[in-house]
């Protein structure tokens, strides 16, 4: 069974071109398929048009925010839901093309869990690549997943790897090292994509900005969720470093007669070595309640071992 996970923000104008499109596209790939649609929070006809198609196929199930929360809890609300061994999603604007899915299947069977789509030629405006082609260039080199394309809403799942994920904020964008830091196995294939022929982009430049923050909170989940003081004993070292060093220095001068006393430098070594204490210690009760509450405990999660079980 293939479920078709759509989440849907204000896409009035696009729902019926895409539901005609996808439903023969799934029932050619699956007889026995699901499409859920999540709208998050949708201002317009949305919802109501997607109630129509519900009611017409007993295959689509709808479920709907009552607000907006964005596309990363979107897309959570549909794995839980979904019922499927493979599990698709891909955006109800129509840039992405259900024909695609096809592809994703093919490269599915050498062995991957999740395989993303890498729209080559992409469609979208000059700035919108340019910050994704950006965002892309940071998240391979640091994190060693290289795909082209980590946001494209084109991807397909098995269903292990589909439901380990809980996405909030803009989780979402990373995917791809979110599903390999659990080790599934990741890839990708070019796809098409399409000029926006419905709507507006819910994204801009600015989205970026956004990233920014974002990555850092993947990288403490991803490297250092479960040993804290490694990432702030790291930090706290380096500032407590730094002010040593500046405090030697001031201490030299000390000795050569010369008064440090009113110098703001004394004060900033000072601060140094305090807070890099502070962040030291930060980590030092984080990893202390780690232990304590069992969360940092000797039996692996599921995820680790379930790709070693026996045929």
């Not at 507006?200 to 991803?222: A, C, E, H, W």
């Not at 001068?253 to 305090?274: A, E, N, S, T, Y």
Request: aromatic share 12%; glycine share 8%.
């Amino acid at each position: 069974m293939i479920s078709a996970v759509i989440p849907v923000y204000n896409e009035e104008e696009s729902l019926e071109a895409f539901y005609k499109i996808l439903i023969p596209n799934l029932s050619k790939l699956d007889d026995n398929y699901e499409v859920i649609f999540v709208d998050d929070g949708s201002t317009d006809q949305s919802l109501e048009i997607l109630k129509v198609s519900a009611k017409k196929n007993s295959n689509v199930k709808v479920f709907s925010f009552r607000g907006n929360r964005g596309k990363a809890e979107a897309l959570t609300v549909g794995f839980q839901k979904a019922k499927g061994d493979l599990i698709v999603t891909l955006d109800a604007d129509l840039q992405d093309r259900p024909e695609e899915i096809g592809k994703l299947m093919e490269k599915l069977k050498e062995g991957f869990d999740l395989v993303s789509g890498w729209r080559k030629d992409r469609k979208d405006a000059l700035k919108t690549r340019l910050s994704s082609r950006l965002f892309n260039f940071i998240m391979s080199s640091f994190w060693g997943v290289h795909l082209h394309d980590y946001n494209c809403g084109l991807k397909l799942y098995k269903k292990d790897a589909a439901k380990s994920l809980n996405l909030y904020g803009g989780m979402h964008r990373f995917i791809p090292l979110l599903v390999s830091e659990k080790g599934f196995e990741v890839a990708e294939v070019p796809v098409e994509h399409e000029k926006r022929l419905y709507g507006k982009s819910k994204y801009g430049f600015s989205k970026i900005f956004r990233d920014v923050p974002d990555m850092f909170t993947i990288l403490f989940l991803s490297r250092y969720a479960e040993r804290p003081l490694h990432f702030f004993g790291f930090v706290g070292g380096i500032l407590s470093a730094i002010g040593f060093i500046i405090l030697l220095y001031l201490s030299i001068l000390h000795f050569q007669g010369r008064p440090i006393g009113d110098r703001p430098l004394l004060f900033f070594g000072l601060l140094l070595v305090l807070a890099g204490f502070q962040v030291f210690f930060t980590g030092f009760l984080a990893d202390l309640i780690l232990h304590i509450s069992g969360k940092n405990g000797s039996v692996p999660n599921k995820d680790e071992f379930i790709k070693y079980k026996s045929e």
